[in-house]
């Protein structure tokens, strides 16, 4: 594992439902959008599923932009109008977009993880579309009160 994550962070990670998908397209154009994703522990997974869309799934802004620059962030956040109650983990990392046909294993096991959180995706074939995929290269928790050592863990 190229991170450190304390039992904490990973449970927030694990539990939340939404979560931010930053890219960059070529031109260095942001986009963020929100995302249903699964983290098994050192990758998160993000299908392209059939809830409508205005173009065809490798057209997909955050598909052409993974394939143009694979640098991402993750935000999984939590507000309130409390503000000692902020917490949010950024996730860093490198995205691709993997297929049922060349990753089949792999998929396999992301589409089971995406069902067994999300029960809408028993009903969607996601086994039959591509995911994204992020290989995380750093995670970055955050909360009042929360500080961060020299070694990246907190305190």
């Not at 927030?12 to 522990?41: K, M, W």
């Not at 620059?69 to 956040?77: E, F, G, H, Q, R």
């Not at 589409?111 to 959180?117: A, E, G, I, T």
């Not at 992020?134 to 961060?148: N, V």
Request: contains cysteine; aromatic residues 8%; proline residues 6%.
């Amino acid at each position: 594992m190229a991170f450190d994550i304390d039992d904490d962070t990973l449970q927030f990670i694990r539990e939340h439902r939404v979560a931010r998908l930053a890219t960059v397209a070529e031109n260095n154009t942001p986009t963020v959008i929100p995302i249903c994703y699964v983290f098994d522990g050192q990758r998160v997974y993000s299908p392209i599923d059939e809830k409508p869309k205005s173009v065809a799934a490798d057209q997909l802004k955050r598909v052409r932009n993974i394939k143009a620059n694979p640098s991402v962030a993750l935000v999984i956040d939590d507000y309130s109008e409390n503000w000692n109650e902020l917490k949010y983990v950024l996730v860093l990392g490198s995205a691709e977009i993997i297929s049922p046909d060349n990753d089949c294993a792999e998929h396999a096991r992301a589409v089971q993880q995406l069902r067994d959180k999300y029960v809408q995706y028993l009903a969607m074939e996601i086994d039959k579309r591509p995911i994204i995929r992020i290989l995380i290269t750093r995670i970055k928790p955050w909360a009042p009160g929360r500080r961060e050592t020299r070694n990246g863990k907190t305190d």
